[in-house]
């Protein structure tokens, strides 16, 4: 048990000894997109009955908290391979089950620390409610677990810096950007009303939106149920590839 | 007393290339073990096997009876493995690092043993500095240091000497003995064929993943014992012609391989009779390095190395 909390200490302490880089800089990102887009769309539109800037700030809020608990196990993992000093989380008797639950949490936890830094930043744009606290807190941190566990595995996979941001920007950037942040998904044609509900990061943000406005596009019972599953196929997927020492122990 | 380290035909591939090819040692409680071989021997794959960072294609590797894989944590619970590679984490100071260390191995509150490792490793006044500002010679230290913060009982060198400075490595070895007078076992390899010497009570040299040769030291030293003599004559002497078969050009003078001593009054007789008076006469006995470069040259070990399998018995070793 210590081992994990060691563990876990030392992957928060990696993220927020280098703060500005790893939380400041996203919820900057964040802000700069709600302006824009507020600022475009805001007087024009209204979605679900909800003004755009607030529709907005919860899909960034998601997306932002995502993204980052991908990049935080994602890069702490490749950058400890390439250095080497994966070894020492190696050479302990650190269990595989204790690694994965130290990463996925410290992720999660980066992925909240930027989604709340999103809030407090936005919260002068754009009033926000929360109808629906419990359902918030349960996508943010499924969702930043998912994510979590899949960067695990991007991490353990990559050989080199570059093969990580092929799996950045050729997967979770689509996955997040196309999955209704922007927009409700039902001001789309049929057929990618259809795609939209293959991918599995719509609705982690359409629940997550519901915890804000009481109204969503699927029910959030539907939406948690996918969202509880993925989480468990990506998490036993991890656990396995940890077992086997897939490209850690080889 | 029991073994400290089994390791039990461990054969290790990497795609085509044997790395390992079934490697049988035991090594008991207490001992200063070296582990010799030329760059790519497959001394490094054997520490990885036995630290869990490499899984063997098959045989088996225990530390103090407890299986590498089916018991895996207490087995790295007792040993402490100095990493060939200088690795460090760049994030962190050099307290912190072993105080995170410390967590990965259960322990809380170990600043007292930390500061020791720290003096004895000339680390004190570096303990705040973070990782990225040391230097070479100093990051190795650290890397010793981290082995140690959880008191294994065994404990595994992989070249903790390369890069660091004389004074240093007088310091370390100091420590590391010390820790094996007080029953640490210690597994070393390095290329330092005299620090081998003067360290370790029991040597291997692997080669191509196998074992070539494996005695004590003392005992790999006299069985490939290579006395010799050495003269120099003095200006205008000329070596009679008897002896000219068996010398050979050494150091501007000649010199004598013996079987024994027994063969260096003959040999002086014979140039007394020539008339030859000397510059310099000298003795000169078998270092390690010696026994390492004749068995890597396949020279053998006489009786035990045989049959292309190279598998020396040990003899007055593990009881
Ligand atoms: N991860 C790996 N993938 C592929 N080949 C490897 C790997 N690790 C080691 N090898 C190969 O296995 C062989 C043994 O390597 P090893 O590192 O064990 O040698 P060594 O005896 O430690 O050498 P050195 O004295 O240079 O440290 C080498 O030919 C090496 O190239
Ligand atoms: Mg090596």
């Known amino acids: 048990m210590i081992g994990f909390r060691t563990l876990l200490y030392k992957e928060v302490l990696r993220f927020w000894k280098v703060g500005f880089q790893t939380v400041a800089a996203p919820v900057l990102t964040a802000m700069l997109y709600l302006m824009i887009f507020s600022h475009v769309l805001d007087a024009q539109m209204r979605v679900n009955g909800v003004r755009y800037a607030a529709f907005l700030v919860p899909g960034l809020v998601m997306m932002s908290l995502l993204q980052n608990a991908f990049a935080n196990s994602s890069s702490s993992l490749i950058q400890s391979k390439i250095t080497g000093s994966v070894v020492f989380v190696l050479l302990p008797p650190i269990s595989y089950v204790e690694f994965f639950f130290a990463y996925v949490v410290a992720a999660v936890l980066r992925g909240l ?53 092929g799996f950045q920007n050729f997967l979770i950037m689509p996955l997040t950007m196309l999955s209704g942040v922007f927009y409700s998904i039902h001001s789309l044609p049929g057929v990618w009303q259809q795609v939209s509900h293959l991918n599995p990061v719509f609705y982690m943000i359409d629940g997550f939106r519901f915890g ?8 959030p019972e539907t939406s948690l149920a996918v969202v509880a599953a993925s989480f468990l196929i990506v998490s036993a997927t991890t656990l396995a590839l940890l077992r086997s020492g897939y490209k850690l122990r080889y | ?111 007292d043993w930390i500061d020791e490792i720290l003096a004895n490793l000339d680390l004190t006044s ?38 660091v400075d ?59 014992s290579r006395h010799a003599l050495t003269v120099r004559l003095t200006a205008g002497g000329a070596l009679p012609e008897a002896l000219r078969g068996r010398a050979t050009p050494s150091d501007g003078g000649w010199q004598f391989r013996l079987a024994g001593y027994h063969e260096v009054e003959p040999i002086l007789a014979a140039l007394r009779e020539a008339g030859c008076t000397f510059d310099d006469l000298r003795l000169t006995q078998a270092d390690l390095e010696d026994v390492f470069v004749g068995v890597m040259q396949g020279e053998g070990l006489g009786e035990g190395v045989g049959e292309g399998h190279g598998e020396v018995p040990a003899r007055g070793a593990v009881p």
């Not at chain 2, 094996?180 to 081998?196: D, F, M, P, S, W």
């Not at chain 2, 370790?200 to 993943?209: D, N, S, T, V, W």
Request: charged share 20%; proline share 4%.
């Open chain 1, 212 to 219: 804000f406005f009481g109204v969503s596009d699927v029910p």
């Open chain 2, 166 to 224: 004389v004074e240093l490595r007088q310091g370390l070895w100091q420590f590391v003995q010390r820790l094996n007078r007080e029953g640490h076992t210690v597994i070393l390899t390095t290329h330092y064929l005299e620090e081998a010497e003067a360290l370790c009570g029991r040597i291997a040299m692997l080669k191509e993943g196998r074992v070539v040769a494996l005695d004590t030291t003392s005992n790999l030293l006299a069985r490939f």
């Open chain 1, 113 to 165: 620390m930027v989604g709340a830094g999103v809030v407090l930043a936005t919260v002068w744009f754009a009033p926000l409610t929360f109808v629906a606290p419990w359902w918030i807190v349960a996508f943010a941190v499924l969702g930043g677990g998912i994510l979590g566990a899949f960067g695990m595995i991007a991490g353990i996979w990559a050989d080199k810096f570059d093969q990580l941001a």
């Open chain 2, 1 to 111: 007393m029991g073994s400290a380290v089994s390791i039990q035909r461990v054969a290790k591939h990497f795609g085509r290339l044997q790395a390992l090819a079934g490697v049988s040692l035991e090594i008991a409680e207490g001992e200063f073990f070296g582990l010799l071989g030329p760059n790519g021997a497959g001394k490094t794959t054997l520490i990885s096997c036995l630290a869990g960072l490499v899984r063997p294609d098959s045989g088996r590797l225990s530390v103090l009876g407890a299986d590498v894989a089916a018991d895996y944590r207490a087995a790295r619970r007792l040993l402490g493995v100095v990493p060939q590679e200088l690795v460090f984490d760049p994030f962190f100071s050099v307290r912190e690092t072993l105080r995170i260390q410390s967590g990965y191995f259960g322990l809380r509150n170990n600043d």
């Open chain 2, 126 to 163: 570096k303990a705040g500095t973070n990782m990225r500002r040391l230097s070479g010679g100093m990051k190795r230290r650290v890397l010793v240091a981290q082995a140690l913060v959880h008191k294994p009982p065994v404990i595994v060198l992989d070249e903790p000497t390369a890069g």
